[in-house]
């Protein structure tokens, strides 16, 4: 299951005239096994050592996810690391090419400790050995390669300390104390801290900075919160001025040059559409080359005219979107992957000197025999005339006609659905479905407008965005609207509950993962280390101590006598940001009043299914919840995960 973020967000029009119904099982394109889909990639991930002689990977042992490496070039694969649970997903290579550094939690209580292992897999050390404490990465620098900044909440729960830990020694010392409202540190390329950002009571943003370690902080920037999320996305090679990325005087969020003295800025890159993202900077130098602005799809800005050669002939490699996702400190080596919709992930080492491109793996090469689905762009305006983007993937090979929907609502809400391979997608297509994927208001990557306009809206007009987008399908011939499912995880799984309750007449059934069914009780019980940017709840959601009635309203649990339609709910026990409570109260609820909801309670995992068994059971079990009331294909369960399902029913 991918990672879900934050809260993981139909009166129908009368049917317009078009193609006639079609059944879920008209596709020709062979089953695909939902192992090929959900087991753990072949490999994945893979990053060049910082002396550009090695290339480590993520590849599963035992069908658990761990990191292995080769020699760049080679095939004599070897394992680091010794994970049997839950596998690494989060890592990278420390500066001395001789050790990998991941991230790991215990049953995804999101507790990250930091450790360290030898390439040849003898060793593996703790970093930050602290029960009950996350760790942070805030800073890695190639100019100082020995040591790593990490941010750790031991003193109190609710803030991230930083401190100076010495990859060599294995030693942590305090760096820069936080003064009580910080919730993000940046650190300059010598890894100085230097810069922090604050939410504001108003919901706005403050970015701080100061000269260097032991110096006064004074405030840099401030704005309001109508404003798009932002903040430093990096230092300038000599630590004068700060890239920053904010909406202030524009739409979208812009890339900025800022200089610390005086506030001089000038903008590196926009769009009147959609906001900037990722940025790309040398290895070594850290001099800025390229920004990532993510429209329909992925697209580049190169700022460095060095880069411009290597990015107009990468995009003749192979089709698809591709990012530079690792690169060795003397710029030699790139390690390139292309994104496509209907294929599996494919990387390649790029030689700069000769501008040749070496194919290294498929991430799945097994799906590469199945036809999978395109991933279309779509728009429509909602009814108040905000226009709604997203994605419409119908079934490999499947005649024209409708077809039964499953509306795939994305966590945050503060994110968007991007396109790419995604495998969830693949697997309902290939059941035989169409699948809605919406950026509806409240979405981020298309200005302040749009994220604003889903203030106050959590079961309002972010919902009104959903049912809008499901008309749109009937309307265009795709949706049978007798066979609408809506899904999700996270506020996907809040939505997934909302349509169940607030709009029964539109859906068939609803899949909710880790969704919280009470806004109040989720504002409630947060993280400790959320409780500084409550003020962000209070503005895009609703303020506990002004709206607690409003928010109610807006709480599915609270509207529990209008649920008819069959539920699924799955949730992780250890789930620090959607509690346990949130899903058994909603299924306690449901069923007093006789209804049917079918209840999966994973004791070993979080927000999300990260174990291997977890993730398989859980599809095959919604599987055959969507077959039974939309009637799609089915592959049975495996005695194995029949076996798993039987024991987390409850």
Known sequence: MKPISLLCALILASCASGPG????????ADLIPRDVLFEAPERANPQVSPDGTKLA??????????????????????????????????????????????????????????????????????????????????????????????????????????????????TLEPDTENPGDVIGWSADEDLSVRACQVISPDGGTIIRVRDGAGSAWREFQKWGPDETFGGVAGFTPDGAGVWLVSSVGAETSRLLEVKLEGGESRVLAEDPRYDVGSTMTHPKTGRLEAVQIQRERNSWKVLDPAMEADFAALAGVKDGDFSVTSRDDADRTWIVAYIVDNAPVHYYAWDRASKKAHFLFTNRPKLEKYALSAMKPISFAARDGLKIEGYLSRPAKAPEGRLPLVLDVHGGPWGRDSWSLNNEVQWLANRGY????????????????????????????????????????VEQGVADPKRVAIYGGSYGGYSALVGAAFTPDVF???????????????????????????????????????????????????????????????????????????????????????????????????????????????????????????????????????????????
Request: hydrophobic share 40%; with cysteine.
């Open 21 to 28: 119904p079609s059944k879920a099982g008209a596709p020709a």
């Open 57 to 170: 990977f993520l590849a599963p042992r035992d069908g658990v996810l761990n990191v292995w490496v080769r020699t760049l070039g080679k095939s004599d694969d070897r394992i680091v690391t010794d994970d049997r649970k839950r596998g690494i997903r989060q890592y990278f290579w420390q500066g001395d090419s001789a050790h990998i550094l991941y991230l790991q939690d215990k049953d995804g209580d999101e507790n990250w400790r930091l450790y360290q292992a030898s390439l040849g897999g003898k060793s593996t050390k703790d970093l930050t050995p602290f029960e009950g404490v996350q760790a942070q990465i805030v800073g890695t620098s190639s100019r100082v390669p020995s040591t790593l900044l990490v941010g750790l909440n031991q003193r109190d729960k609710r803030l991230f300390d930083v401190f100076r830990l010495d990859l060599i020694k294995g």
């Open 434 to 473: 169409a699948v809605l994927q919406l950026n509806f208001r409240g979405s981020t990557g298309y200005g302040k407008k749009h994220v604003n306009a889903g203030d106050r809206e959590w079961g309002g007009k972010m919902h009104d965005d959903l049912i809008d987008g499901v008309n749109w399908a």
């Open 508 to 650: 068939t059934c609803a899949v909710d993962i880790v969704g919280p069914s009470s806004i109040v009780t989720l504002i409630k019980s947060i993280p400790p280390y959320w409780k500084p940017a409550i003020a962000l709840f209070n503005k895009r959601v609703g303020s506990l101590e002004k709206d607690e009635e409003f928010l109610n309203t807006r709480s599915p649990i609270t509207k529990v006598d209008a649920i008819k339609i069959p539920l699924l709910v799955a949730q992780g026990a250890n789930d620090p940001r959607v509690k346990q409570a949130e899903s058994e109260a909603i299924v306690a609820a449901v069923r007093a009043k006789g209804k049917d909801v079918e209840y999966l309670l994973f004791a070993d995992e979080g927000h999300g299914f990260a174990r291997p068994e977890n993730r398989m059971a859980f599809y095959a079990s919604a599987e055959a919840f969507l077959a039974k009331h939309l009637g799609g294909r089915t592959q049975p369960p495996t005695e194995a995960e029949a076996k798993l399902l039987a024991a987390v029913r409850k």
